[in-house]
């Protein structure tokens, strides 16, 4: 178990300081990036040249520096993935915690909601949304991806509040005279925390790739505004002549993808191995 649990610690921290760095490009774009990403600086000297020493990503059809494009196109795609968990995690906390909670009706109630919900295609509904609305832009993005991924979250936290809520712990304190309100938010909410947490994570990673997926195809992020997505879909045309205008914003997805996913895997493992030590120990106790 120790093992597991050092190895699962060296992955988490290694998957926290390359994100650390990703986010640390995002923040300080204007100071890292050195061109203007949206500045056409020879449309015609510098089209689709090659990667140099004074432009290390190359340039794109419009002659705008690549590498300035895509630590911009950070900020676009990691703010609407944290704005987009931010929100679903808040919705599926809500509706996992009332529905673990309260139990009975309301549980069956909000738990079919959620089955509706899961039952629809996400990509699909994002797409035909995102087409009516009009490219929405990286908040309305961001409010589109978060309002439709709460469902998974809110599973997770209903199972951990159903089973917190019958703890000894738990039980004592509603004995004593204590509110559904203040049990709740003392007792239940501390413990459905990690849980949620992992998921606010996982859901990072998924929000960066639909967030990519969207501005790809033009729903997404507005021109000449950068994404990650957005640069991708650019640089398809010329993929045979002009490679780096893909691959770079691809290969930076990519890495925040899978530290973001590392990140969530670690900390539900470490959640996991909580759980199982808790119940050994309530076990043996």
Not at 163 to 187: E, M, Y
């Amino acid at each position: 178990m120790r093992v597991m649990h050092t190895s699962s610690r060296r992955r988490l921290f290694s998957a926290l300081a390359l994100l650390g760095v990703l986010i640390a490009v995002a923040l300080f774009a204007p100071l890292l990036a050195p061109h203007d990403p949206v500045q056409q600086l020879d449309i015609i000297g510098l089209k689709h040249a090659a990667p140099s020493a004074e432009h290390p990503f190359g340039t794109d059809s419009y002659g705008r520096d690549v590498l300035s494009r895509v630590i911009h196109g950070a900020r676009v795609s990691l703010g609407v993935a944290v704005v987009a968990s931010l929100i679903a995690a808040s919705i599926g906390a809500l509706v996992g915690g009332i529905a673990g909670w309260r139990g009975g009706w309301v549980d069956a109630v909000l738990m079919r909601l959620v089955d509706v919900g899961l039952a629809i295609p996400r990509l699909l509904v994002l797409i035909a949304v995102a087409a009516f609305w009009g490219a929405p832009g990286p908040l309305g993005l961001a409010i589109l991806v978060g309002a439709t991924g709460w469902f998974g979250t809110s599973r997770i936290v209903r199972s951990e509040a159903k089973a917190i809520r019958v703890r000894d712990h738990v039980l004592a304190a509603r004995a004593i005279g204590g509110s559904a309100l203040q049990v709740f938010v003392r007792h239940v909410a501390p413990g459905v925390a990690p849980a949620l947490i992992a998921s606010l994570v996982m859901i990072s990673g998924q929000a960066i790739v639909l967030e990519m997926g969207l501005s790809y195809l033009g729903l997404g992020v507005r021109p000449p505004q950068p994404s990650w997505g957005s640069i991708m879909n650019e640089g398809v045309p010329f993929i045979g002549t002009a490679w780096w205008v893909s691959l770079f914003p691809g290969l930076f997805a990519l890495i925040a993808v899978a530290a973001v996913n590392a990140v969530g895997n670690a900390l539900r493992e470490r959640h996991s191995t909580a759980v199982e030590l808790a119940a050994i120990e309530r076990l043996h106790g």
